[in-house]
T-cell receptor, first 113, second 110 residues
Framework: DTEVTQTPKHLVMGMTNKKSLKCEQH?????MYWYKQKAKKPPELMFV???????INESVPSRFSPECPNSSLLNLHLHALQPEDSALYLC????????????FGDGTRLSIL | DAKTTQPNSMESNEEEPVHLPCNHS???????IHWYRQLPSQGPEYVIH???SNVNNRMASLAIAEDRKSSTLILHRATLRDAAVYYC???????????FGEGTQLTVNP
């Protein structure tokens, strides 16, 4: 059982669609993260939110738009994605945005048609 | 972040100990050594971390070389559920990034 909940588990969308990925944690963690993982590759960091503010953007294309409405919720808004954006998108949280273990969700598997 | 080197794959038998090595020759004094694992169809899972001294928890033990240029994750009795990709990651004291390397695919034979 994971304490970080991601929805939906699977998403198929066309290149012109707009969709959102959702991540929720109720552990009181103040740092939240988005990672992208291609098949048979390690996860790659996309964004870090620290105390509900964006602190790191790893040069992610603007078709990915993160949002942190409150300390428990993290969204990733998707628009005009490309087929190469098909991947597993992982959300994680940690008590604070420093050297603390991160708790991961099981991800949303995204397919772009 | 400093780089780590791990074998691509390792095999073990069920109920036997497993020693997963990691080399990190460019580690700095403020880098912690973290281990995560990723089971099939799941997100990564934190296993253990340490700075200088050996560490134990309910999942595993971490043995850190005296010069800190290498470390070993020890699973005391492997089970089939331990089959996963194991990632060794260096993380600065103040760092919020986790930079994953390629990891070691552990296969556990019944």
């Amino acid at each position: 059982d994971t304490e970080v909940t991601q929805t939906p588990k699977h998403l198929v969308m066309g290149m012109t669609n707009k969709k959102s990925l959702k991540c929720e944690q109720h552990m009181g963690h103040r740092a939240m993260y988005w990672y992208k993982q291609k098949a048979k590759k390690p996860p790659e960091l996309m964004f870090v939110y620290s105390y509900e503010k964006l602190s790191i953007n790893e040069s992610v294309p603007s078709r990915f738009s993160p949002e942190c409405p409150n300390s428990s919720l993290l969204n990733l808004h998707l628009h005009a994605l490309q087929p190469e954006d098909s991947a597993l998108y992982l959300c994680a949280s940690s008590p604070f945005p420093t050297n603390q273990p991160q708790h991961f969700g099981d991800g949303t598997r995204l397919s772009i048609l | 972040d400093a780089k780590t080197t791990q074998p691509n794959s390792m095999e073990s038998n069920e109920e036997e100990p497993v020693h997963l090595p990691c080399n990190h020759s460019t580690i700095s004094g403020t880098d912690y050594i973290h281990w995560y694992r990723q089971l099939p169809s799941q997100g990564p899972e934190y296993v253990i971390h340490g700075l200088t001294s050996n560490v134990n928890n309910r999942m595993a033990s971490l043995a850190i070389a005296e010069d800190r240029k290498s470390s070993t994750l020890i699973l005391h009795r492997a089970t089939l559920r331990d089959a996963a990709v194991y990632y060794c990651i260096l993380r600065d004291t103040s760092g919020s990034r986790l930079t994953f390397g390629e990891g070691t695919q552990l296969t556990v034979n019944p």
